[in-house]
C-alpha cells in the first residue's frame, strides 16, 4: 500500500512537471496584439498629459485672480486705514482752535468774576444785586 501510495504521489509530482516544462508558443498575433495595447496606452497617456495641462493652466489662471484681489483687498485695506488716520488728525486740528477760544474766554471771565466781586467789596448796593441773582 505504501508503494501503490509513493507510486501515485511520483506520477503526481510528474504530471505537474511536465505542464511547466512546455514551452508557450508565442504568435505574430501575441506580439500585434501587444503593440496595438501599448500604442493605446501611449495615446491614452497623450490625452491625460494634454487634459492635465489644461486644467494646469486653470490653475494657474485661477491662483493669478486669487493674488489680485489679494492686491485688491489689500490696497482697500490701506486706504481705509490712511482714512481713519486723516479723520483722526482732521478732528484734533478742528478742535484745537476751538479749545485755544475756550481757555481764552474762561480766563476772561475769570478775570471779570474777580473784577466783580472786588467792585462788590467796594460797593453794597452791586454786592446786593449780585446776591440777588444768585452770583455771590
Known amino acids: 500500500m505504501k508503494k501503490a501510495g509513493l507510486i501515485i504521489l511520483f506520477f503526481i509530482a510528474m504530471l505537474q512537471a511536465t505542464p511547466q516544462s512546455q514551452q508557450v508558443n508565442f ?3 501575441d506580439r500585434d496584439r501587444i503593440m496595438r495595447t501599448e500604442e493605446r496606452v501611449q495615446s491614452l497617456r497623450n490625452e491625460m498629459n494634454t487634459k492635465f495641462g489644461a486644467i494646469d493652466t486653470k490653475f494657474e489662471a485661477i491662483d493669478s485672480k486669487i493674488e489680485t484681489l489679494y492686491w485688491g483687498f489689500g490696497i482697500l485695506i490701506a486706504l481705509m486705514l490712511f482714512l481713519f488716520g ?13 479749545q485755544n477760544k475756550t481757555l481764552s474766554l474762561e480766563e476772561r471771565m475769570s478775570k471779570i468774576e474777580f473784577v466783580t466781586r472786588e467792585h462788590a467789596k467796594i460797593n453794597p448796593g452791586f454786592a446786593e444785586i449780585l446776591k ?3 452770583l455771590l
Do not use: K, S
Open 86 to 98: 486723516y479723520i483722526i488728525w482732521d478732528r484734533r486740528t478742528a478742535l484745537n482752535p476751538v
Open 132 to 134: 440777588n441773582a444768585g
Open 27 to 29: 504568435t505574430l498575433e
